[in-house]
């Protein structure tokens, strides 16, 4: 079965710190990959997707990914994070069968706790 | 260019009560999916729907739960008999045909008591 690991629950950091949230993936084939972000009693905004192309995705918020395909990942980066970093990411796959359709698989979700 | 509405935002009902929850998909957005999340949990897949169409209820519980995406309103998640294990935030999400991504809606907050 498919199934997407996030490996940190929780990670706290303070104000300028870098960021590497780790997510990977079983599934032999081809994915779309997507990290959303959670801010508290809200719904999930998307912060960057690859479907093919440059394996390095910039998004929004300074935030970018790195599909490695031979190490089944795709893991967050940020270089430098502010306080209103402070939220939940999940990392999410998408089986490509010709189109970006069907179910998302999530991950866990690592809570980041920034301080100021 | 209204996103993905959701209502209500919270519901409170008791045990055995049945609880809807509705789901407008973005405008020309065709394909509605449902998730559910538990506190420290992420989403879980439940149901994928078309207009009309059930294409995938994999996630979707055998008893209590069903869907629907009517030709014309929104889609609808129906629980019946509701209990307190039901309590769970529920998103749903749309996409347009063809892919491209999906927008999420601002969820549904059940409360069974």
């Known amino acids: 079965a498919q199934s997407v690991s996030q490996h940190n629950h929780h990670v706290i950091l303070s104000e300028a710190a870098s960021l590497e949230l780790g997510c990977n993936y079983s599934?032999?084939?081809?994915?779309?990959l997507f990290w959303y972000v959670q801010y508290p009693g809200q719904h999930l905004q998307l912060l960057l997707k690859y479907f093919s192309g440059d394996p390095l995705v910039k998004g929004i918020k300074g935030f970018e990914a790195e599909f490695i395909k031979s190490k089944f990942s795709f893991n967050l980066r940020k270089p430098s994070v502010q306080w209103s970093d402070t939220a939940e990411y999940f990392c999410a796959v998408n089986l490509d069968r010709g189109s970006t359709l069907g179910r998302l698989y999530f991950g866990r979700g690592t809570q980041l706790t920034v301080w100021p | 260019n209204a996103g993905v509405m959701q209502n209500p935002r919270h519901l409170v009902r008791r045990r055995g009560q049945e609880a809807r929850l509705r789901c407008s998909p973005m405008?020309?957005?065709?394909?509605v999916y449902w998730y559910r999340q538990l506190p420290e949990e992420g989403l879980k897949f439940m149901v994928y729907?078309?207009?009309?169409?059930?294409?995938?209820e994999s996630g979707m519980p055998k008893e209590r739960f069903s869907a629907e995406f009517p030709k014309e309103g929104p889609s609808i998640l129906r629980i019946q008999q509701v209990v307190r294990g039901d309590s769970a935030a529920y998103f749903c999400?749309?996409?347009?045909?063809?892919?491209?991504?999906?927008?999420f809606g601002s969820g549904t907050r059940l409360t069974v008591v």
């Open positions: 729907l078309q207009k009309e169409n059930i294409i995938d």
């Open positions: 405008k020309g957005h065709s394909h």
């Open positions: 999400a749309s996409s347009p045909p063809g892919g491209g991504g999906y927008t």
């Open positions: 599934y032999g084939g081809t994915v779309n």
